[in-house]
């Protein structure tokens, strides 16, 4: 007899089966565009350099040690992380009534958040937008959530946001239910609402009376400007709401796997905030007991001193400077080649992904005939493009579309 015997094979996870497809691939020409990280124009993996700066100066700093970090972090980390999300002049700041906590980077954050939300407020409902980050489903399912529904977002027709079916969504929405929103550069489609879009948003969040639950996992990166990414978690904030939101240092600082992330909190009173923390104390404890430190300090040495902290900007400005140089270029390629459609949605969606318009099948078409890996969803990441292989690109896409 064994316990495992009948146990069912579980589905892949597509991304990662991509991944290894791509490395066992021979072929001298292949493209990864389905991976979520940040490639040089030679196609490299980058360590930020300020994070490089700032990881000697932590080899030589004795004082440090291994020992147990408190179970919600690193705390002058959490602070500094909140005060990078919701701006010096917040009034939540000002109020006392937000704090961060020091989660396992932006996926940690949401299940820390979603598991309290869960079990300690009851929430059993949440929405998630019409694509999204296929991890959101399951990490709010695994916390405990009950039931899982979608916001219609993405028209494809028009290649941009359906704005009147999301409202409506949200308007048909059961009090209390628990909304996720990107809070910048929405992956995987690359294309946000505008700020008057946003307002409207908010108003219906505000008189169905839901939670907004923001997922920053692009702050800086998408426009190369920390504040202008941030503007609308602060202006959720200014209107007076009391949400979460996970941020994650993954893309960023590039701390993919040190798993340095933060839930920032806010809450109506400062008053509420000794239960909350509490709560969320024994959410932690169980789960993972505490986290790690490593990522935590490197991001808390670099926004502690003024210097680095604008070298981290300058970092961020090259990465997203060459994503967006890389979104003309592959829009040129396209209409100088003639490729069927138009490709103005390239350089309009913004972040790191642009969801091309190709379906599952021509995505599919893209892997097998071109070796250029990408999701079915149609999915690329605009990191994985470099000046020698938009060409190459560029054709691919267009072969597949008039074959
Ligand atoms: N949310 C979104 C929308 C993402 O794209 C990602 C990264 N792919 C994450 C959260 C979390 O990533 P990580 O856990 O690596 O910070």
Same mark, same amino acid.
């Given at each position: 007899?064994s316990?495992?015997?009948?146990?069912?094979?579980g589905?892949p996870?597509?991304?990662?089966?991509?991944?290894?497809?791509?490395?066992?691939d021979?072929?001298?020409?292949?493209?990864?565009l389905? &991976?979520?990280a940040?490639?040089?124009?030679?196609?490299?993996p980058?360590?930020?350099?300020v994070?490089?700066? &700032?990881e000697k100066?932590?080899?030589?700093?004795?004082?440090?040690?291994?020992?147990?970090?408190?179970?919600?972090?690193?705390?002058?980390f959490?602070?500094?992380?909140?005060?990078?999300?919701?701006g010096?002049?917040s009034?939540?700041?000002?109020?006392?009534?937000?704090?961060?906590?020091?989660?396992?980077?932006?996926?940690?954050?949401l299940?820390?958040?979603?598991?309290?939300?869960?079990?300690?407020?009851?929430?059993?409902?949440?929405?998630?937008?019409?694509?999204?980050?296929?991890?959101?489903?399951?990490?709010?399912?695994?916390?405990?959530?009950?039931?899982a529904?979608e916001?219609?977002y993405w028209?494809a027709?028009?290649?941009?946001?359906?704005?009147?079916?999301?409202?409506?969504d949200?308007?048909?929405?059961?009090e209390?239910?628990?909304?996720i929103l990107?809070?910048?550069a929405?992956n995987?489609?690359g294309?946000?609402?505008?700020r008057?879009?946003?307002?409207?948003?908010a108003s219906?969040i505000?008189?169905?009376?839901?939670f907004?639950?923001?997922d920053?996992?692009?702050?800086?990166?998408?426009s190369?400007?920390?504040?202008?990414?941030?503007?609308t978690?602060?202006?959720?904030?200014?209107?007076?709401?009391?949400?979460?939101?996970?941020q994650?240092?993954?893309?960023?600082f590039?701390?993919?796997?040190?798993?340095?992330g933060?839930?920032?909190?806010?809450?109506?009173s400062?008053?509420?905030i000794?239960?909350?923390?509490?709560?969320?104390t024994?959410?932690?404890?169980?789960m993972?007991?505490?986290?790690?430190?490593?990522?935590?300090?490197?991001v808390?040495?670099?926004?502690s001193n003024?210097?680095?902290?604008?070298?981290?900007?300058?970092?961020?400005?090259t990465?997203?400077?060459r994503?967006?140089?890389?979104?003309?270029?592959?829009r040129e390629?396209?209409?100088?080649?003639g490729?069927?459609?138009?490709w103005?949605?390239?350089?309009?969606?913004?972040?790191?992904?642009?969801?091309?318009?190709?379906?599952?099948?021509?995505?599919?078409?893209?892997?097998?005939?071109?070796?250029?890996?990408m999701?079915?969803?149609?999915?690329?990441?605009?990191?994985?493009?470099?000046h020698?292989?938009?060409e190459?690109?560029?054709?691919?896409?267009?072969e597949?579309?008039?074959?």
């Open positions: 007899m316990w495992f015997a009948d146990l069912e094979q589905p996870i597509e991304v990662f089966a991509l991944m290894k497809q791509f490395a066992d021979d072929f001298p020409q292949k493209v990864n389905g &991976a979520g940040y490639r040089t124009d030679e196609g490299k980058w360590v930020l350099p994070v490089r700066t &700032a100066a932590l080899a030589n700093d004795e004082t440090l040690n291994k020992e147990y970090l408190p179970i919600l972090g690193f705390e002058a959490s602070t500094l992380s909140t005060r990078m999300l919701l010096d002049d009034p939540a700041l000002k109020e006392n009534r937000a704090f961060g906590v020091q989660c396992l980077s932006g996926t940690g954050s299940r820390v958040g979603a598991e309290f939300l869960a079990t300690k407020l009851g929430k059993t409902v949440f929405y998630y937008s019409k694509p999204t980050w296929e991890n959101h489903r399951l990490v709010f399912l695994s916390a405990g959530f009950k039931e529904r916001y219609r028209d027709q028009k290649r941009g946001l359906d704005i009147a079916g999301f409202l409506q949200l308007k048909d929405a059961p209390g239910a628990v909304i990107h809070a910048c929405h995987p489609t294309c946000d609402p505008t008057e879009q946003w307002a409207q948003i219906v505000k008189e169905k009376k839901l907004a639950f923001f920053s996992a692009y702050q800086g990166f998408a190369g400007d920390l504040d202008r990414d941030a503007w978690v602060r202006y959720f904030v200014q209107e007076g709401f009391e949400l979460f939101c996970a994650s240092y993954a893309k960023n590039g701390l993919y796997n040190e798993r340095t933060n839930l920032s909190v806010v809450l109506k400062p008053k509420e000794p239960a909350v923390k509490s709560q969320i024994l959410i932690v404890r169980g993972y007991s505490n986290p790690p430190s490593h990522g935590a300090r490197i808390n040495h670099v926004l003024n210097e680095l902290f604008d070298q981290w900007r300058s970092n961020i400005k990465m997203s400077s994503i967006i140089d890389m979104r003309k270029r592959l390629e396209l209409e100088r080649l490729a069927p459609g138009t103005n949605h390239i350089t309009e969606q913004i972040g790191m992904f642009s969801y091309t318009g190709l379906n599952a099948e021509q995505s599919q078409h893209m892997v097998k005939m071109h070796h250029v890996y999701l079915s969803s149609g999915r690329i990441s605009m990191c994985g493009l470099t020698s292989n938009v190459y690109v560029a054709k691919s896409i267009k597949t579309l008039t074959d």
